[in-house]
């Protein structure tokens, strides 16, 4: 069966919560919270990770959403501790959904590890 490519996905996300935690521009030393552009066309990602860029692949099917080959520049920022979280987060989520211009990330044993809110 072939699967038919989610288009919600295609867009900019801006992350709003780690497992359950809202997270603010504090937790990155006052610099922008992470954000991504998905885009679906090439299987790709990039983005900004709370201190560094950060690029990598998507492999996505029904209700699937890897990301993968992450790789990131390597600049030091005091307390990277939410950078490295949402990174192990991000690699480590498996599920899906999109609703109310959100993006619902989860990895089985966590719904909800990162919750992204889609800007215009």
Not at 101 to 109: P, Q
Request: hydrophobic share 35%; with cysteine; charged share 25%.
């Amino acid at each position: 069966g072939s699967y038919v490519t989610d288009y919600r996905l295609h867009d900019i996300w801006v992350l709003e919560s780690i497992a359950g935690t809202n997270v603010s521009k504090a937790d990155f030393n006052g610099s922008d919270v992470p954000n991504m552009e998905i885009n679906i066309n090439t299987n790709r990602f990039a983005g900004f990770s709370g201190c560094n860029r950060m690029t990598g692949s998507l492999f996505f099917e029904k209700d699937l959403l890897r990301f993968s080959q992450v790789a990131s520049t390597r600049m030091a920022c005091p307390n990277m501790e939410k950078e490295s979280e949402f990174l192990k987060a991000l690699q480590s989520s498996t599920d899906y959904k999109v609703e109310n211009n959100r993006l619902y990330l989860s990895n089985g044993s966590e719904d909800n590890l990162l919750i992204f809110k889609k800007i215009d």
